[in-house]
């Protein structure tokens, strides 16, 4: 079992949608999650992180944290086509650098 | 610097060849991380610098890889004798203070290519 699991997609969803991305973590013992945008050829640009159970909001991205489930997930509300990327989950379980996932492509269609 | 600085910003090489790659970390944070990713993967691991603590290096795919970290700053990743399998991009990242609960910050990266 890979310690940090995403769906690689692609995720499509039409301009304007909310689009939802999740992320499962195997540790129980994370502390910190962690929600990162890559754009093609670019490298990893942080959005959001949280470390709370319930949810966090920041503009139009919202992350949410079920730790009994060890889950996390990010929604964009009215996505747009520049949204379209991969988004990165990554956990720290507090033994060393930050766990990745390998990543959800997200395409949001004109 | 304002950023995570990396050079060279790309690098083609004989198989067979060394190479260096640089990381020049934000100023002031203790803690500095190298990640790799080839094409269309996620990140992979390599090795994290904590302050003047043993780095940890358990990320490293083989002995051909090692780095190090002068003056708790810059730091250096070296690949010996290159195969194709390096090629990928070798991604920088610094923070504040320890991993634990403090977000990372990458450099653009080196992009590798072994011919």
């Known amino acids: 079992q890979k310690e940090v699991e995403q769906n690689s997609g692609p995720l499509s969803v039409p301009e304007g949608a909310i689009a939802s991305l999740n992320c499962t973590y195997s540790d129980r013992g994370s502390q910190s999650f962690f929600w990162y945008r890559q754009y093609s050829g670019k490298s990893p640009e942080l959005i959001m992180f949280?470390?709370?159970?319930g949810d966090k909001e920041d503009g139009r991205f919202t992350a949410q944290l079920n730790k009994a489930s060890q889950y996390v997930s990010l929604l964009i509300r009215d996505s747009q086509p520049s949204d379209s990327a991969t988004y990165l989950c990554a956990v720290d379980t507090g033994r060393r650098a930050l766990t990745f996932g390998s990543g959800t492509r997200l395409q949001v269609q004109p | 610097g304002a950023g995570v600085s990396q050079s060279p910003s790309n690098k083609v090489t004989e198989k067979g060849k060394d190479v260096e790659l640089r990381c020049d970390p934000i100023s002031g944070h203790t803690a500095l991380y190298w990640y790799r990713q080839s094409l269309g993967q996620g990140l992979e691991f390599l090795i994290y610098?904590?302050?003047?603590?043993?780095?940890?290096k358990s990320g490293l795919p083989s002995d051909r890889f090692s780095a190090e970290r002068t003056g708790g700053s810059v730091s250096t990743l070296t690949i010996q004798r290159t195969q194709q399998e390096d090629s990928a991009v070798y991604l920088c990242a610094s923070s504040p203070a320890g991993a634990h609960g403090n977000t990372i910050y990458f450099g653009e990266g080196s992009w590798l290519t072994v011919v």
């Open positions: 610098f904590q302050g003047n603590s043993a780095p940890d």
């Open positions: 949280i470390y709370s159970n």
